[in-house]
């Protein structure tokens, strides 16, 4: 008896020892979802209970930051830890390198199952994963086209809820033995915002309020941020706002940008003709509604403006529902699945948004709004509940931190940090005080020139090095980001001291002009 007792305890001993601890890693990002939409971050315009709740579970940051705002390049600093001019991928016409090193790569050689679920749109075939389904380019809302590991697949519905019903098949399918690591990646929020059928129009009696920036007229900024083309007043009629154009009529709105020059006139035909009888019938239920009300109003320029504005975020917000919904769905399964507590949960975009702010759509600046990513981490076996951090982290940081959890070595090269510290130990953690920045697509979509530059705690020094203009920012007096005070007498030491930053960033991180 006594000895079947102890061979008993050397097996679940042995067991354990074998059994693969581990931490899964699920990684979830959305596209373009600032962080003014999830109502843990501001209440003011949503509530999103399922990426609340993580947050109430796990560590929420207020200074997460992209090295390059804007969707491709984000996604190829994020798998590979280093910055746009060492991965080679500087903006969304570049192919991503697929023969580089990245965390899910190295992850597949150190046992893991990977799984690469949603928007890639790295115009390269994903290497490093055991299972891959990836979006069609920007992939659609309804019906989406899908390349699955090297098929062609169209599956009929709304992209957010398959997506999510490909996580958690993959999961279900395991191997129970080894971890997982899965990028979950959303098409929504991104333009051009198409809600789920059951949340078309959910938004219709709000009225959202305009941001304090709305009516910007960029003073000390006119060749920065006055010269784009990414305002709301120009958003397209049809593809943006749905509005049917009538026989002849042209697309009166240039809402891409001058240099790209694309005649958007049957751009929201097609996404419309490209959904089925019963999915129209849904749109028109809402959609004539909104079409006759434009056509029977008399708006004058302002009015437009502010209509467009509503119209906007109508829609985006309601893209922004079906991924709560979904992110929730998810979390109740591992809870089935007793996974939560191994499995540690990212929510995340690939950047941040303008919701209005200097009357904007779109991203692209380092100016705060699209500069931010929302960043929630949830790890309850190692992360405590409950905590906000300040912590200038940046996605550069995801692959380092990733490789660091799962125990294996962080490459030498790799430039971003493992926010292990930060996570563990927020108070006490001796970390980064600037992030630098750098953007390059220009001429392109939406028309902001390149610029690099570096943020402090209470700074910003922007280069934008192709019209030779500089921009110094004191957040602390002046959040909005709207007065510029390089040429300032009184801020001379803060502007050397900056400009200082700035040469020691782009030497650390080895850029070159
Ligand atoms: C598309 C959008 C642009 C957007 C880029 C980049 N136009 O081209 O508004 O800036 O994507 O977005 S659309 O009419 O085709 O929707 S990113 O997130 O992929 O970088
Ligand atoms: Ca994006």
Redesign the pocket.
């Known amino acids: 008896m006594k000895k079947s007792c102890l061979l008993l305890v050397l097996a679940f001993l042995l067991g354990n020892c074998a059994a693969d601890r581990r931490p899964n890693i699920i990684y979830i990002m959305t596209?373009?979802h600032a962080e003014r939409a999830i109502s843990a971050y501001d209440s003011s315009l949503i509530r999103t209970p399922n990426i609340d709740r993580l947050a109430r579970e796990g560590i929420r940051f207020t200074n997460s930051y992209v090295t390059n705002?804007?969707?491709?390049?984000?996604r190829a600093v994020m798998l590979t830890g280093k910055y746009s001019h060492i991965n080679g991928l500087r903006d969304?016409r570049d192919r991503f390198d697929g023969s580089q090193p990245t965390f899910p790569r190295i992850l597949q050689e150190a046992g893991y199952q990977t799984a690469m679920l949603g928007?890639w749109?790295l115009q390269s075939t994903p290497v490093g994963f055991d299972t891959w389904k990836i979006l069609h380019g920007?992939g659609s809302y309804y019906n989406p086209l899908f390349y699955e590991n090297g098929d062609t697949v169209v599956h009929e519905g709304y992209v957010t809820d398959i997506i999510t019903d490909m996580v958690i098949d993959f999961i279900e399918k395991r191997d129970k033995d080894r971890p997982f690591c899965i990028l979950y990646h959303h098409k929504a929020p991104?333009?051009?915002w198409m809600p789920a059928e059951r949340h078309i129009g959910m938004f219709r009696d709000r009225k959202f309020p305009l941001p304090e920036t709305f009516y910007d007229d960029y003073g000390t900024r006119e060749r920065t941020a006055g010269d784009q083309d990414?305002e709301v007043r120009n958003m397209?009629l049809g593809?943006?706002m749905k509005i049917h154009l009538l026989p002849g009529e042209k697309e009166p709105y240039s809402?891409?940008?001058r240099s790209?020059n694309?005649d958007?006139t049957n751009?929201w035909k097609h996404l419309y003709d490209a959904l089925t009888p019963s999915q129209k019938a849904v749109f028109d239920s809402y959609y004539d509604q909104v079409n006759l009300d434009y056509r029977n109003s008399n708006f004058n320029d302002k009015e437009l403006r502010e209509w467009k504005y509503q119209r906007y975020m109508e829609d985006y917000l309601a893209c922004i529902v079906a991924v709560d919904e979904n992110i929730g769905r998810l979390l109740d399964y591992l809870d089935t699945e007793k996974l939560a507590k191994n499995t540690i949960v990212v929510y995340t975009s690939?950047?941040g948004f303008y919701l209005g702010e200097h009357g904007w759509?779109?991203?692209?600046f380092m100016y705060e709004e699209s500069f931010t990513m929302p960043l929630i981490i949830r790890y309850p076996k190692k992360i405590k509940a409950g905590i906000v951090s300040d912590a200038f982290v940046m996605n550069l940081d995801f692959a380092p931190t990733f490789l660091d959890y799962a125990g294996v070595a962080i490459p030498e090269d790799i430039q971003g940090e493992s926010m292990r510290s930060v996570l563990e130990h927020p108070a006490e953690s001796d970390w980064r005080q600037t992030v630098y920045y750098h953007y390059y697509?220009y001429p392109?979509?939406?028309d902001v020139h390149k610029h690099d530059g570096v943020r402090s705690k209470d700074f910003k020094l922007i280069h934008f090095y192709d019209i030779g203009v500089w921009e110094l920012f004191d957040l602390n007096k002046d959040p909005h980001e709207l007065k510029n005070v390089y040429d300032d007498p009184a801020y001379k030491t803060v502007r050397a001291t900056m400009l200082k930053e700035y040469r020691d960033a782009r030497e650390r991180y080895q850029v070159n002009d």
């Open positions: 596209d373009d705002s804007i969707c491709a390049p984000s969304n928007k749109h920007q991104h333009r051009s990414m397209y593809y943006d809402g891409g940008g790209i694309w958007a751009s690939d950047q759509f779109d991203k692209r697509e392109a979509w939406h």
